[in-house]
């Protein structure tokens, strides 16, 4: 079972992560798309990869721009998994 990670433990992890933030009990990354339709793939490749790891990102789409929010809400904050979950949105934004 995923447990909370301290606040070290968040700071270090966010140093493998520079597009990410933390924000309160969240790490975010935006992200912006040459146009729409690239936008919406790649929401479509993080929704298969959250999908088979039963862990779904908040997102916001704002036209090209979008906004992934990676929290364990049945925690109450960030654990391993929104670590793991926001290298995979990485390693599919790299392309």
Not at 72 to 83: A, E, N, Q, Y
Request: charged share 25%; aromatic share 6%.
């Amino acid at each position: 079972m995923a447990e909370l990670l301290t606040d070290a433990e968040v700071a270090e992890a966010l140093t493998g992560l520079p597009q990410w933030r933390r924000d309160g009990a969240a790490i975010v990354r935006t992200i912006e798309l040459p146009t729409f339709p690239d936008a919406i793939t790649l929401v479509d490749r993080v929704a298969e990869i959250a999908e088979s790891g039963n862990h779904h990102p908040d997102i916001d789409i704002r036209w090209r721009t979008l906004t992934f929010r990676c929290s364990t809400h049945f925690k109450g904050g960030i654990t391993d998994l929104d670590v793991t979950l926001a290298r995979a949105i990485d390693r599919l934004a790299a392309g």
